[in-house]
C-alpha cells in the first residue's frame, strides 16, 4: 500500500468508538484539510473514513489499510442568516445546541444522536423526531479518484438510514435552518432529549440502535419491538448485553470484547428471524481485516 506523506501518518493508531472498544488500525491519519483528503486517497486504495465512531464496531483484531479521521475538518461558517457551511468533522450534537442557542431550528430533532456531520449525513441519521437529510441543502466531497466536487440536495438519494453518498468522501455539508425563536428551539431540544433519556440506555457503552427497522408487509415496523418479542431484551452473551431499556441497542461491558457484540447481534438476528421470519439489517458498521 502506498501512503501520501504529506499528512503524518500513525502505527497501530487506536480507534475511538462509543463501545469503547475493539482493536486499533494499522495506519491512520488525521488531515486537516480538503486537499489533503484527496491527496491521501489518490495514493491509498484501501481507505476507511472515521468520524466520530458513534455507529461503529472495530473487531478486536484490527483493521488493515489506511483509516482518515475527519474530526479535524470541524469549521463552521455562516454564508447568510439561515445557511451553515460545516466541515464534515464537526460534532452534531455540539452543533445542534449551538443552533438552537441562535434560534436556527431544524436540527433539534436529532437531538441525542452521536456523530459527527459527515456520518450523520452519510447515513442519513434521524429518528422519530426527523432525520438530518430534511436540512441538508448540499455536501462537498471527494470522489475514490481524489477528484473534489459539489453535489446538491436534489441529486442526493436520501432514504431510511442511507444517502446513497457510501461511495464517495462527504467532507463538508451545506445545511438550510430556519430563522425562529432560541426559546422555543431550546425548548424543542429539551423535550427530545428527555424523550430520548427516558428510552434509550445513554450511559451506556453502545452504539445507537444495533439494526434498522425492517420493512414488513410494505410498512415499517420498529426493530426494537421484534427483538423484544423474540425475548431478546437483557439477553447477555459474555461482555455484551441486550439492553432492558430498549431491546434494539447492544451494550458491552467496560474492558469488554468487541467480537461479543458481534456474536451477540448475530444470535439476536437469528432469534428474530425464527420468530417472525423477518431478517434485521445492522446499523452499526462493522469493520474487520480483509472486508
Not at 81 to 89: E, Q, Y
Not at 171 to 194: I, S
Not at 273 to 290: F, K
Request: glycine residues 10%.
Amino acid at each position: 500500500m502506498s501512503i501520501a506523506t504529506e499528512t503524518p501518518i500513525e502505527r497501530n493508531a487506536a480507534i475511538s468508538t462509543w463501545f469503547g472498544v475493539g482493536g486499533t488500525a494499522d495506519t491512520l491519519a488525521r488531515p486537516t484539510t480538503v486537499h489533503e483528503v484527496a491527496t491521501l486517497i489518490k495514493a491509498n486504495r484501501d481507505i476507511r473514513i472515521l468520524g466520530d465512531g458513534a455507529n461503529l464496531l472495530v473487531d478486536d483484531d484490527g483493521i488493515d489499510g489506511l483509516v482518515l479521521s475527519l474530526e479535524r475538518l470541524n469549521s463552521i461558517e455562516h454564508t447568510d442568516d439561515h445557511t451553515l457551511r460545516v466541515g464534515a468533522g464537526v460534532n452534531l450534537p455540539r452543533l445542534i445546541l449551538e443552533t438552537a442557542r441562535l434560534g436556527l431550528g431544524g436540527l433539534e430533532g436529532l437531538g441525542g444522536i452521536p456523530a459527527t456531520v459527515g456520518g450523520a449525513v452519510a447515513m442519513n441519521a434521524g429518528g422519530a423526531f426527523g432525520q438530518i437529510a430534511d436540512a441538508v441543502r448540499a455536501v462537498r466531497i471527494v470522489d475514490h479518484a481524489g477528484a473534489e466536487r459539489t453535489i446538491q440536495r436534489s441529486e442526493i438519494n436520501f432514504g431510511y438510514r442511507r444517502s446513497g453518498l457510501r461511495h464517495v468522501v462527504i467532507v463538508e455539508a451545506e445545511l438550510a435552518l430556519t430563522p425562529g425563536d432560541p426559546a422555543a428551539c431550546r425548548d424543542r431540544l429539551k423535550q427530545v432529549m428527555a424523550h430520548k433519556k427516558r428510552t434509550q440506555p445513554l450511559a451506556e457503552k453502545s452504539a445507537g440502535c444495533a439494526f434498522k427497522n425492517p420493512t414488513v408487509s410494505n410498512e415499517r415496523v420498529s426493530a426494537g419491538a421484534l427483538i423484544d418479542q423474540a425475548g431478546c431484551k437483557s439477553l447477555r452473551h459474555n461482555s455484551a448485553h441486550v439492553s432492558d431499556k430498549h431491546a434494539n441497542f447492544i451494550c458491552i461491558d467496560p474492558g469488554g470484547r468487541a467480537r461479543d457484540a458481534i456474536e451477540l447481534m448475530d444470535i439476536v438476528a437469528r432469534r428474530v428471524l425464527d420468530a417472525h421470519a423477518v431478517t434485521l439489517e445492522r446499523e452499526v458498521v462493522l469493520w474487520r481485516r480483509g472486508q
